[in-house]
Each structure stands twice: as C-alpha cells, then as structure tokens.
C-alpha cells in the first residue's frame, strides 16, 4: 500500500486520552525530540489543568528551545499560567544525597559496586519530588535511545541494588556501622538510614513502575525522520519497549520533504524518493500505529510562538502547497522552461558539431 492511501495521523489521541500521567518521548539523537515534546507539552497545557515536562538528556536543549532558563528546580514557562519546565542531571549530584563526606563516600562505593544504581536513585529522587507537586502530566524530553532504555530499566535495577545490599548486610553485619563509626557519623547516617532511605526510593520507584506500565497512564511517544539509521533505531526501541511493557502508539516522522510548489532542485528530488521509500517501510511496519509526519523547514522551531505556530502540524496533517499561481504565472513558468529547453538544445548542436570536426 502506498503512503498516498494512508489516511494521515495526528497526536490528537494522546490528548483526548485524559488518564495519561506520563508521556516519554524519545528516539535517535538529532531528530528533533526536543522541539517535539515541547510541542506536546504545549498543546497538552490547553487540555490539563498543569503540565511538566522534564528533559533528562545531559545535553539540555529545552532551555534554548523555549529560550528561557532552566534548572533542576520546575519553573513556569513564559506566556503560561500551567506549563512548568525543568531540566534535571541524570546523575547523582553530592549535594543531592547529603553533603556529607562520609555519606558522599558510601554512597560512591555502592554506586561503584552496582552499576547504574546512582541513575536509579537519582531518578527516584526525582520522581518522589514530582509525585508530590500534583502535576496532571508528566512530558519527559529523554536523551539518546540507549540512555532512555536504561532510565526505563531503572526500576529493576535498584530493586537488584537493595537485594545485593541486604545480602551484603547478612554477610558482614555490621560492617556499614563500624564503617559510620569510622567516618565519625552519627546515627543519621548509620547502616538503618542508608536501608531506609534505598527502601524508600524503592517504593517510590516500584509504585512509578506500575504506572509506567499501565496504558491508561503512560506512552511513549517515539521521534525519528525518514532515514535507514532512524528507522532502525525506531524499530530497536520499538522493542525494547516491548520488552518493560510500556505503551508506544504514536510516530512522529519529522524533516519530511515534500513537494512543494517550485522545487525543482535535483539533490531535494533524489532526497524526496529516498524519504519515500522508508516513509512506505514506517507505514509497513507499523500499520497499526498513529504516524504523525511533520515538514523539514528551512529555519529552527524556537521560542514560545515559533512552537505554537508549528503546533498545528500535530493536530491536523500539514498540507503541501501545490497550487501553481494565476494564469499568468504559469505562462511565465512555461515561458522560462521553453527558454531552457532552448539553451539546453543550443548546447547539444555545439557538442554534435565538436564531434564531427574531431
């Protein structure tokens, strides 16, 4: 079936959804993630009462898409009266787990001897304090695939972290106290804090796990243009996602060329069919999604009213401009191919009488 036959899709699905907690949207690096989900959570804060998102990518791109600062501390979005923003460092920071030296060291020895548990703290700390602001939903702008892949695993991966510690306690006893009692710590930072606190973060985390996997709270919106790399990647975190049971219906297919009025540049052309061809293998592949294809434009989406003006390409599919002017201007576009073809013909009797000389 050729794209043409397909009826085209939108994100109106994700906003009619009103039970939607958290929406992740995610993909290749360089394909436009940011700027989608800031849309998103655009066109989310019309329908919500309070809307956040959050990016998690170590490159932050969120404050210059909006063109306003932004800090692990949620702040209000410019021109908005329910749109937070805030841009948080995957990795555990010292400040965030104490200030101690003492506390600062055990917590780098864990976090060395289990991989990937300092992200998971992290994140549960983050989620504890999102969880208690009451927001109507969650946007999260995430980093490259591999890095959202693991922020996803983060759930079983402290629960893996708690185990090995608890072992750890039944092996040494009280090695974490003499080890307090080493530092000089006192008992808010003796072997019972440190359970806790982890026991804590893990029920917060397991609670967040559940709602990730519940369709009816959570999404996963997948980013990507119409190329073999974006579309292998696509299919990989299609999978993935698969894997830890979160939703994914929605595609936004971005830099999409099409043919517009006066193209007639040969490389944009060449480009066009190629697009073609991977845009028919999406629809392939994923009949039963809703692809949402956005247009290459030939300046940047930034500031508020730059994203709302694109915002509209989300809710309805954008419409090519194939209108070919008045009568005159199609006279003056003939006039000029007969002209070319007249130079081109020119061109060809100057070669054919080169040849005969030779």
Request: glycine letters at 6%.
């Amino acid at each position: 079936m050729s794209t043409a036959d397909i009826p085209e899709g939108t994100v109106r699905n994700i906003l009619e959804q009103d039970t939607l907690k958290w929406v992740f949207v995610g993909g290749k690096g360089g394909v436009g993630k940011t700027t989608c989900s800031s849309i998103l959570s655009i066109l989310l804060a019309q329908v919500r009462s309070s809307v956040l998102i959050i990016s998690t990518d170590p490159a932050h791109n969120l404050s210059d898409v909006f063109q306003q600062r932004f800090t692990k501390t949620p702040t209000l979005v410019n021109g908005f009266s329910n749109l937070y923003a805030m841009e948080v460092d995957p990795n555990v920071e010292n400040d965030d787990i104490g200030g101690n030296e003492g506390m600062d060291s055990l917590f780098s020895e864990l976090s060395n001897a289990i991989p990937g548990i300092d992200e998971a703290m992290s994140f549960a700390e983050m989620l504890k304090l999102v969880q208690t602001m009451g927001y109507s939903c969650i946007v999260f702008d995430t980093a490259p695939t591999g890095h959202t892949l693991r922020l996803l695993q983060l759930p079983s991966t402290l629960e893996k972290g708690l185990q090995k510690v608890m072992s750890l306690k039944s092996k040494f006893g009280g090695l974490i106290s003499q080890m307090t009692r080493l530092f000089g710590l006192d008992d808010e930072f003796g072997e019972d804090a440190i359970l806790g606190r982890l026991e804590s973060m893990k029920d917060v985390i397991e609670k967040v796990n559940k709602q990730f996997k519940d369709p009816d709270l959570t999404t996963f919106v997948c980013v990507c243009i119409p190329e073999f790399l974006s579309l292998y990647e696509t299919e990989r975190l299609v999978q993935e996602l698969a894997k830890v049971e979160i939703d994914t219906h929605n595609i936004i297919i971005n830099q999409v060329l099409y043919d517009e009025e006066d193209v007639e540049s040969k490389l944009l052309k060449a480009r066009m069919r190629m697009q073609k061809k991977y845009l028919d293998q999406f629809y392939m592949l994923y009949d039963d999604f809703n692809i949402t294809k956005l247009p290459l434009l030939p300046q940047e989406v930034t500031g508020v009213e730059s994203l709302k003006a694109f915002s509209r390409n989300f809710i309805s599919p954008y419409q090519p401009s194939t209108s070919r002017g008045t009568v005159e201007d199609v006279e003056r576009r003939i006039s000029t191919l007969k002209l070319q073809l007249e130079d081109t013909e020119a061109e060809l009797d100057r070669h054919r009488k080169g040849k005969q000389k030779v």
